[in-house]
């Protein structure tokens, strides 16, 4: 299925103002969806039938800077019985980054959203178990933040070089 039929299909079921912008030239095409619309057209794009976007391969979150105030989570769907690939991208408010969780559309998508949280601080309500998962349940801060700034010990141990 090409990549505009895919949209016509989402545009179709949600309406236009649920897609905000799109990409169709890169090798995935891209779409940015609303942030409010993100649970429900993961849940349509699995159990539709035509579509069927069964494996979420990635989940990653993205700071985009203080200057722009904006974080995104970027999630890469495959259909593998279709062989058809979709990106979905969403943004949110860099000071309090939050978004529906998909872990109850995609299993996968369980780590994939604490890691973001562990390193971006983005917060996924719903989330079964929404803790660090890379870096101890203590550390300050999340490191890939773009104005992330280090500590400079960690229980006596010099983090900072």
Not at 53 to 78: P, Q, R, T, W
Not at 84 to 104: D, G
Request: one cysteine or more; glycine letters at 4%; aromatic letters at 14%.
């Amino acid at each position: 299925m090409q990549f505009s039929e895919i949209k016509s299909i989402l545009i179709e079921k949600f309406g236009e103002e649920t897609i905000l912008a799109e990409n169709a030239a890169y090798s995935q095409p891209q779409l940015t969806i609303a942030l409010s619309k993100i649970e429900e057209v993961c849940f349509f794009l699995r159990d539709t039938d035509q579509l069927y976007f069964d494996y979420l391969a990635c989940l990653s979150g993205l700071d985009n800077g203080v200057e722009k105030g904006l974080m995104e989570v970027i999630y890469h769907l495959y259909s593998i019985p279709y062989n058809h690939a979709l990106v979905l991208k969403v943004e949110m408010n860099r000071e309090n980054p939050e978004i529906p969780t998909t872990s109850n559309v995609w299993r996968s998508a369980d780590w994939h959203e604490r890691e973001a949280y562990d390193m971006f601080g983005i917060k996924f309500s719903g989330h079964p178990d929404l803790r660090r998962i890379l870096l101890p349940a203590d550390w300050e801060g999340f490191p890939l933040r773009k104005d992330y700034q280090e500590q400079e010990y960690y229980h006596g141990i010099k983090v900072k070089y």
